[in-house]
């Protein structure tokens, strides 16, 4: 500590101050979860000052002019002021004239330690001596290859440079020389308070103090990881006397707090002090605290290992004891979050108080108005420090455990007899940035009646906590100011250091002023993540001296057992059951398990001993990764491989083979052979037009059955598909076809199913024909045809060929000679080849498009089923030949068949015209693309791709009968299994009912055979009906009314009856086939939802499932709402009923 500016005494001043920020101030706003928002008070530049040379060039021996700014009395000053009085320490009465605790600290640790032992440090040397002030404020930082240490000199702050083992030092150096040795700067007097911190995200150094006039704070900042290399320097000006500066490291930002009169908190640019420019600070200032005069939060530093998780916000705290309020509360740690915008830092803020309840504790110590309280031999007491949470607060990164975690530690007296002790914490977060921070444990560490005091702590990357503090008393002999450490190991009881106490240094006199450390540093290595560096005064004698010291916990009892998962796939519920199996040969009683599900954070499970436990019944395609803990040494932690299942025991997947066939030079079509069904009872075909690119998948048919299916297409030649058939029992034993293409420009390309394979010998002087039947094509006829042939001859001149179709159409394609000699035919006739007429192209035919001597055309409107023979006449004699193959490449006019639906629509129906209200299309709320792909619940289509649909221009324009009122489904179900859809597309019902296209009048076609079918009609908060029979369908539209009695629906009260008219169910409002008003899936919570639950009489407007009655207004009370119709339509007597849809 150091020559802190004076608070103002009185208590009204800094009340005001916090009123003023809670209440006034433009800076601070309320937020709406009780926090602040705290903009920047200022910027401030941070100056640049240069480049220092590197230390190995440093002349220890030139002399420099040192002026004396502190003695042993602390901070030489001109007035008489003691330095207490100045740095506000002599504090204010209690204003909680009862705090708590009333007793005994609540979180006193009274268990002895687990591992009882005194354990040597690894490393305990001397630092710096004694430099005729005090305090020496000791710290220390600990990087890659080297540990600095800094303390107060008379002239400023000292620093020095060692190796890891605390050896070969550099020569002790005053930070303002080495600073002032730029040369050409406005140079500084150092006044120390300083602060060293290594920066492990950037493997730098930063080391600080202030300056003895003007309010600067000066830091300097290694060029690289080796710190007797060059080092950038930078000063910036507080805005008052910058007491106790404190400083954490965050991944985008340096965190600065001091004592100021109030708690102030600066943040300087990170990134440009790393890359040797300046930049710009901001200040912050939050709210007093009422009965203490040393104000001061602490930042939150990274202490190594991990970095944060990306966005998360850096942060700082401060401690609170319900006894500096008036108010009735509760003992507590605050934490801030600093908002920092590096590349706007004027935007920046702070948000908090997020307020964290402790066990209740006493800051108490002597009073608050002394800086004489720790005991030792003789009369001189010493400064408690009491006020603070102490150098520093730690953060680490332990995802890896399922959490990470904050450690701070401040003095409490233990029981109202001043006997100073550590309360520490450690806190712990889940979810990353996005989760709460809360106390995981908390402890007060006083094994017997001596003081312990200046306590500092930190975490490793084990979880593993260490924690070091000065000691002092009378207890058990003269005990003299010394240092001694505890810790634990992260699986040890809660709330309890459980190493025993073991001796760092002791001392050998007592101190003789009451100045003492007023911090001191605990950090751990960066390299191990295990071992802690730290630093503190005791005293030699009468005159402090300083250690520094390592220290890692054993390892104790580490035997991990044998350690393996199982599943079990549960087929009906569609979840499966892990199990891990811990074996008996390691050497704890018991082990923790936690889990990990799809990467979140590990969760603690349970607590098992050796055997084969359930750990837990997932959803098929959950990854869980465990892990098992041992209970005695983090070291012995295992983390298993992610077990998952989609639960592929549970089925068999269907057997096929997909083809792709040529449908012209452009396109090809997809088939698929579907040999067997697996254990699936229907299978969707869907096709990926892109092969995983941004198209969706399409379900172009739904099948029951084995058997070929297809073609489906036209898909650009050259480029891939994914064909999927999806298990409708199962998913996960769906079968994928990525990546099928077909180059169709190429001749011959095109064959597919409809070839001859078989090599036929041609007969010498004689007509030889091959085959192909074509099955059935569900009706489907010829537009265009091309013939590809694969002849060998040993004289193709004498050859003349024909084709005859299964209606006994004949086309000559060869009938001249043509090509003499021993010259085979490959050819795709082609009524538009581009290579020409078949007998204008160069000799020999091999490889070309050519134009048949006849015109295929011939058979455009033909079956295309039935037997299709190819003719070879060989009309010269002595030589021979065969063909080798040929194939049909057609393209084929599906069948459409049409129906002409009618229905009505209960919402919109108004039995008095016998019309529907077409109020969404008169306030424009229709909109031109279908709506059913995007609803919650969302529908497929079936059967015709693109079966959607976008509205032809002008049909909303439409007014009168045939206004447009909404969008439907219409559905062809399959005759022997009407819970089938062959086929469906979207329609528009106008308000006479009638169910047209998308161009607002022609009846619904649809791509598929003439036959029967089951017809349907769904709309999206309405329930579906179906025909009770199948319906004979054609290209002529069919009539299909379900608004009177004349056709009968399939299932019970499928539609309402209103007189003779037959009007379609609403209340569907999230189209899950039912309407209820209760329980899940019911249909009213949704309107409140939609309505933003902001009140029952409120009101939205809009296209919405939830509007019942479509009139463009989703209401919950008042006339015309959309909830009362649910109540009537399940009966009206009980609100648990509920109403089906009626279909298969």
């Not at 003023?20 to 101030?25: I, L, R, V």
């Not at 060059?230 to 106790?244: C, E, G, L, Q, V």
């Not at 007093?288 to 530093?301: D, E, K, N, R, Y």
Request: aromatic share 8%; glycine share 10%; charged share 15%.
């Amino acid at each position: 500590m150091n020559a802190r500016s004076a608070l103002f005494p009185s208590l009204l001043i800094v009340a005001s101050m916090a009123q003023a920020q809670t209440n006034s101030d433009p800076l601070t706003e309320r937020l709406p979860d009780g926090k602040f928002k705290i903009s920047v008070e200022r910027t401030i530049p941070v100056e640049f000052l240069g480049v220092i040379q590197p230390f190995t060039l440093w002349d220890s021996t030139r002399q420099f002019t040192n002026e004396q700014v502190r003695d042993e009395n602390g901070v030489i000053r001109e007035n008489t002021e003691t330095e207490e009085e100045s740095e506000g320490r002599r504090g204010h009465p209690r204003l909680d004239p009862n705090p708590l605790p009333h007793g005994t600290d609540p979180a006193w640790q009274t268990e002895p330690p687990s591992h009882g032992f005194d354990r040597a440090v690894d490393l305990s040397v001397n630092g710096m001596g004694y430099t005729s002030v005090s305090p020496a404020d000791p710290c220390l930082a600990v990087g890659s290859n080297h540990v600095i240490q800094m303390i107060n000199g008379s002239s400023g702050a000292y620093f020095r440079i060692y190796d890891k083992n605390l050896a070969n030092p550099g020569s002790q150096t005053y930070m303002d020389n080495f600073v002032n040795s730029i040369g050409g700067i406005s140079s500084y007097s150092g006044l120390g308070d300083p602060i060293i911190v290594y920066d492990a995200m950037a493997d730098r150094w930063l080391m600080s103090e202030f300056s003895s006039s003007g309010n600067r704070l000066i830091v300097a900042i290694s060029t690289g990881a080796d710190p007797t290399g060059s080092w950038y320097a930078y000063s910036y000006t507080a805005t008052n006397f910058p007491d106790y500066p404190k400083y954490g490291v965050w991944n985008n930002c340096y965190v600065v707090t001091t004592n100021e009169n109030s708690p102030a908190i600066y943040a300087l640019p990170r990134a440009n002090m790393l890359a040797g420019t300046g930049g710009t600070a901001v200040r912050f200032t939050i709210s007093s605290l009422a009965s203490i005069g040393f104000q001061a939060a602490t930042p939150v530093g990274f202490g190594g290992g991990a970095p944060p998780p990306t966005g998360a916000p850096a942060m700082f705290m401060r401690m609170v004891d319900d006894a500096w309020t008036a108010a009735a509360d509760v003992d507590r740690l605050e934490l801030w979050d600093i908002n920092y915008n590096a590349s706007s830092p004027s935007s920046s803020t702070i948000t908090g108080p997020t307020s964290i309840p402790t066990d209740a504790f006493d800051s108490d110590l002597c009073g608050y108005t002394t800086l004489n309280c720790i005991n030792q031999p003789g009369s001189q007491t010493m400064d408690p420090i009491r006020e603070v949470l102490m150098n520093q607060i730690c953060y680490r990164n332990l995802q890896s455990l399922g959490y990470e975690a904050l450690v701070c530690t401040h003095a409490v007296d233990l029981n109202n007899t001043d006997r100073a002790c550590p309360r520490w914490y450690e806190l712990h977060r889940t979810g990353g940035s996005g989760g709460a921070w809360g106390i995981h444990q908390q402890g007060s560490y006083s094994p017997d009646a001596n003081d312990r005091w200046m306590s500092t702590i930190s975490i490793n990357d084990n979880g593993d906590i260490g924690l070091a503090y000065n000691i002092a008393g009378t207890t058990g002999g003269n005990v003299y100011p010394g240092i001694r450490y505890t810790g634990r190991f992260r699986n040890d009881p809660l709330n309890q250091m459980t190493f025993a106490e073991t001796s760092i240094v002791a001392g050998t006199a007592s101190n003789s002023g009451n100045r003492y450390g007023d911090y001191n540093s605990l950090a751990v290595d960066p390299v191990d993540g295990k071992s802690f560096y730290g630093t503190a005064m005791y005293n030699p004698a009468s005159s402090w001296g300083t250690r520094m010291f390592k220290f890692s916990f054993p390892v104790v009892g580490c035997i991990p057992p044998t350690v393996s998962t199982s599943f079990v796939d549960n087929c009906g519920a569609g979840n499966f059951t892990i199990s891990v199996i811990i074996g008996s040969d390691g050497d704890a009683t018991d082990y923790d398990v936690y889990t990990s599900v799809d990467g979140a954070g590990q969760t603690f499970n349970s607590t098992r001993v050796p055997g084969t436990h359930v750990v837990g019944t997932y959803a098929f395609g959950t990854s869980v990764v465990i892990q098992v803990r041992h209970n005695g040494n983090s070291a012995c932690d295992q983390i298993l491989g992610a077990v998952s299942s989609i639960g592929s025991s549970c089925c068999t997947a269907p057997t096929a083979t997909v083809t792709a066939t040529c449908a012209g030079l452009t396109n090809y079509n997809v088939g698929v052979d579907l040999s067997s069904m697996g254990s699936a009872t229907s299978i969707a075909i869907r096709i990926d037009p892109d092969a995983s690119g941004p198209s969706l998948p399409v379900t172009v048919q739904t099948v029951t059955a084995p058997g070929n299916y297809g073609p489906f297409g036209n898909y650009a030649s050259g480029s891939p598909v994914n064909v999927i058939l999806v298990h409708n029992l199962f998913p996960q034993c769906s079968v994928e076809v990525d990546d099928l293409v077909k180059n169709c420009n190429s001749p011959g390309a095109g064959c597919g199913a409809f070839s001859m394979n078989t090599a036929t010998p041609i007969a010498d002087v004689g007509t030889t024909t091959s085959p192909i039947a074509v099955p059935s094509q569900g009706g489907a006829t010829l537009s265009d045809l091309n013939v590809y042939v694969d002849i060998a001859h040993t004289y193709s001149a004498d050859l003349r060929i024909s084709l005859t179709s299964p209606a006994s159409t004949t086309v000559r394609l060869i009938s001249s000679g043509l090509c003499g000699g021993n010259n085979d035919i490959r050819a795709e006739f082609d009524d538009s080849g581009v290579d020409g007429p078949v007998g204008s192209v160069t000799c020999p035919i091999h490889d070309y498009f050519v134009i048949p001597a006849e015109a295929l055309s011939a058979f455009n409107g033909q079956p295309f089923e039935g037997t299709w023979t190819l003719s070879v006449q060989d009309v010269a004699g002595l030589d021979v030949g065969t063909i080798n193959s040929w194939c049909l490449i057609p393209s084929l006019s599906s069948p459409n068949i049409s129906v002409s639906s009618k229905v009505f629509l209960e919402g919109p129906y108004n039995s008095g015209t016998g019309l529907m209200s077409d109020a969404l299309r008169s306030a424009s709320l229709i909109p031109t693309t279908e709506p059913y792909t995007a609803l919650d619940n969302p529908y497929t289509y079936v059967g015709m791709p693109g079966a959607g649909g976008t509205l032809g221009a002008g049909v909303l324009s439409v007014t009168g009968n045939n206004a447009i009122v909404d969008w439907v489904v219409v559905e062809l179900r399959n005759a022997a299994t009407p819970s089938n859809v062959d086929a469906s597309c979207a329609a528009l019902v106008q308000r006479d009912g009638d169910v047209v296209a998308l161009d607002g009048t022609s009846p619904v076609s649809f791509v598929a055979a003439p036959g029967s079918y089951y017809v349907a009609v769904r709309h999206r908060n309405h329930l579906g009906m179906m025909t009770a029979s199948t319906v004979a369908l054609s290209s002529a539209a069919v009539p299909v009314d379900f608004t009177t009695s004349a056709t009968p629906t399939y299932g019970t009260q499928a539609q309402l009856q209103v007189g003779s008219t037959y009007i379609m169910w609403t209340g569907d409002a999230n189209f899950n086939h039912k309407i209820a008003y209760t329980g899940a899936g019911n249909d009213r919570d949704p309107i409140l939802t939609r309505i933003a639950n902001i009140s029952p009489s409120a009101t939205v407007s809009g296209y919405f499932i939830e509007d019942t009655n479509m009139n463009g207004i989703v209401s919950y009370t008042g006339g015309a709402n959309d909830r009362d119709v649910i109540l009537v339509n399940i009966g009206g007597s009980s609100p648990n009923a509920i109403r089906n849809e009626q279909l298969p």
